[in-house]
Each structure stands twice: as structure tokens, then as C-alpha cells.
DNA sequence: TAAAATATTTAAGCGAACTTTAAGCTAGGG
DNA sequence: CCCTAGCTTAAAGTTCGCTTAAATATTTTA
């Protein structure tokens, strides 16, 4: 297995190294991310390590990079602090996993497995329904051929909806999944996000909206 | 898979055990640590989301007896900081990995499959009688592949007279299970409403209706 | 770093859909 | 043929979801 470690501090990636050659894993380092991208677009990897804060190119632009060149190796994120907001950033451009700096070595080698053992998508995801695609792995939305931009919650929201097709999703579901689990949110929040949905993905286009109201159940998209 | 979710802030551990039912987990909750050590004694349980700070007894410490006593449950950890310490603690005692609060739902639902390694997977029910058909998930309902538009109760009645095909349910009994406990109608609203379902159910059909009266005692459907 | 632009969340009002009640009517069983 | 359980209807009451707009956060730009 050959993994890809990207990180500037020379002393971590030394020892990040080392401890997984002792497991007997392929190691290769870049000690920045303009170097890292050009790495993991090299050479095929089994798994990258990307730390966040690097030189020339940050670990989110990288992996978003990666994501939209069509590269599926599965990404674990390092960040320097466990903010939920960097998490949720690095989950958004398309990381697997994060790890909050400083870890124990045990901890990142369980991570190391784990992301190993799970068998990864070769294949390009696009969820659809009718004429409208998401592409997860390049965060876009199309319909009709026509590209539309969403915020980050609406973009959440739809892939909800669209990984979901044909079941109907209470507001309150909807709150636990597209919303941090712990989100102080009130279920017109939801309501509101809806109507800014079905403003970019319905209105400009003809036909009945795709997203449907199911009165005292929730939303529902497709047939 | 059942999950036991050792938290003492109500309103977490509430979403949590929300969250993971409906990804159809069956989930308890203890809300301290000494009661979340009887519980994972008592029950076999396939993983255990354990909180760090709790009352009567902290989850180091219940992960330690846990392991002392044999356990070899899963245990995920939950840290309020994350702080390298308190995870290296968190591992030594025993727990197989953990989660710096707060974090993203999804993240949690994650690190909950890997650890049950588990690919997710619902499958579909779907209640039936004659050719009349329910899609829980869907919320929907057919007959002779004609799709019928319910109202939420009467939605709510037609499902609890489906799953219980070819017992009688006495008017009370329909009161008690389809209405909020507490709530405060006459039996005629149940007339009312089978009146509603017979309308959009049976009128529009041939033959004798699905939905039975039993004259003295409540209704029924099927055979 | 301040200002401006965006994005997210809350709040209130409205109309439509749904629920419940009440009253008179129908019909089954003795 | 009477009595009562069940049915029907329509009006009153309630809830739900949509909209709009204003209040907060957040990110980007200058």
C-alpha cells in the first residue's frame, strides 16, 4: 500500500513516515501542496495525508483539486485545531476523514486502516434525478445542461434529498443530517431553504418542481 | 445493530439517538456513568458511544471496568476538546476510537459503520393487502398501481389498519395508537375518518371495499 | 482591517389544507 | 318496527408550509 503524505512541518512528516514504514507501507513525502497535487496526480496512491495549513497551496484546494481532476484516493485530513467549521470545510472539499493535530500515532494508524480496509469508489458518483445531476466530487449542479450555483447548505441540502430519492424526509431528519447534529436550528429554517432551493433548481425551469412537499411528512425528490 | 449512547446533556444524547434510529439502529440511552456501565453489562450491545464527562462515574472509568470485566464491545469515544491527552487516556483505557465535540452528524455516522463495519443498507418494506399497497418510506400509497393522495391521519389510520391485517380494532384501540396519546377526540372522528379512507380507497374501486366495518366492535382490513 | 457582499437564521402573517365537532340520517339486529 | 351503532355532511377550528423581510454570521473584497 503506498500512501502520500503532505505536510510542511519536516519534523511531523519525518516521523509520520517512519512510523508507517514500520508498518510496512510505501511512503512518499511533499512538503507542500502545489508539490503534494503534483504528486498525487503523478502517481497512483492509496491513501493521501494532507495536512491543511501548507505553503504555496492549502490542504483544501488541494483536495478540491484532486476531487475535481476525477482522483478518488481516499484523503485523511490533518487540521491544527479541531474546529467543527475546518472539519466540515475539509469534509466539503471531499475529504474521507480529519484528524486534529497533535494526535497519538496509534490513532492515525487505526485511521490509516480504516480508510484502507474500506473499499473505494474507481467510478465517478453523479447523483440524478430527471434532468438534474450532482456530482459530488466536484460539488457541482446541473440541470438541463445549465450549471447553477448553491451555497454550501443548499448544495447539502439537495445531495440529502438526491442521495435519498423517493423517500420522504422529515424536517426534523433533514435538520440532523444537513445541519450539525447538535444545530440549535428551527424547522423553518428548513422551510426557508426549500423555497432558496426550489428558486435555483425549479423555478427557471419548466414542468412541475422536482422537489415535492408531502404535507405533514417532509420533502421528497424524484417520481 | 444496537447501539448504547452513554450521554448526560439531554438534548445530545436526544439527537444522537434520533439521528441513529433512523438510520434504523436500535439505540439506548444512559444518561451517567454508572448507569451506562449496568446497561453495558446487562445488555449485548454492538458498539457504545461513550461520553468523557459524565456524572457519577467518568467514561475512562467505565471503559476500564468495561474491558475489565471482558467486555470487548466497541466503544467510540466522546471528547469535549480535543484534547491529544485525554485521547491518549481514552485509548489506554480501552475505547476503540473517538470524536471531538461538536461535530457534523455525518462524521459521526461514519466512524459508527466503520467501527460496525457495516455497509449501510435499508432495505424497502412495503405494506400490502389484496392489490393495495404502502411504501412506508415513501409515505405512499397504491392500488391496481393507481397512486391514491392521503392526508397525514388518514395516512397514519390506513398504516396502522395494515399493520394489523385481519385483527378488529376497536374504535378506542385506533384512538390510543393513531392519535397522540393524550389527545382528546370523540369516537366519531374515527367514523369520520374511515368514511375519509373508504372515499379514496374503496369508492373508486370495484367489489366489496377493503375496509370492513364490524358492527359492534371496530373495524378491520383484509380477509 | 473595514466595508461590502453573501449566506444563514429567525420571525411574523397569510392562505390553503387538514382535523374535529355536531347534528341529522341510515340501516342492521333483535 | 324500534333502537342504536355507524355514516354523512358541512361548518368551525386548527395546523402547516410558503413567503417576505429583517437580524445575524460569515466570507470576500478593497
Redesign the pocket.
Known amino acids: 500500500m503506498r500512501i502520500l503524505v503532505v505536510e510542511d512541518e519536516h519534523r511531523i512528516a519525518q516521523a509520520v513516515k517512519e512510523g508507517l514504514e514500520q508498518e510496512s507501507y510505501a511512503v512518499d513525502v511533499a512538503y507542500d501542496g502545489e508539490d503534494g497535487y503534483n504528486s498525487a496526480t503523478a502517481d497512483e496512491y492509496d491513501l493521501i495525508l494532507l495536512d491543511v495549513m501548507l505553503p504555496s497551496m492549502d490542504g483544501y484546494t488541494v483536495c478540491q483539486k484532486l476531487r475535481a481532476d476525477g482522483i478518488h484516493t481516499p484523503i485523511l485530513m490533518l487540521t491544527a485545531k479541531d474546529q467543527s467549521?475546518d472539519v466540515v470545510?475539509g469534509l466539503d472539499t471531499g475529504a474521507d476523514d480529519y484528524l486534529a493535530k497533535p494526535f497519538p500515532f496509534e490513532v492515525l494508524l487505526a485511521r490509516v486502516r480504516a480508510l484502507l480496509r474500506r473499499p473505494h469508489e474507481t467510478a465517478r458518483e453523479v447523483l440524478q434525478a430527471a434532468d438534474l445531476t450532482l456530482d459530488p466530487s466536484a460539488k457541482s449542479v446541473e440541470r438541463g445542461g445549465k450549471s447553477i450555483?448553491l451555497?454550501?447548505?443548499?448544495y447539502a441540502l439537495l445531495e440529502y434529498l438526491l442521495r435519498n430519492q423517493n423517500k420522504v424526509l422529515s424536517?426534523n431528519n433533514i435538520m440532523t443530517h444537513v445541519?450539525d447534529f447538535d444545530?440549535?436550528?428551527?424547522?423553518?429554517?428548513v422551510?426557508?431553504?426549500?423555497?432558496?432551493l426550489?428558486?435555483k433548481v425549479d423555478k427557471p425551469f419548466k414542468g412541475p418542481g422536482l422537489i415535492q412537499?408531502?404535507?405533514?411528512?417532509?420533502?421528497k425528490i424524484g417520481s
Open positions: 467549521r470545510k450555483a451555497s454550501s447548505k443548499e424536517k445541519w444545530a440549535d436550528i428551527l424547522p423553518n429554517t422551510e426557508v431553504f426549500i423555497a432558496y426550489r428558486a412537499t408531502v404535507r405533514g411528512f417532509g420533502y
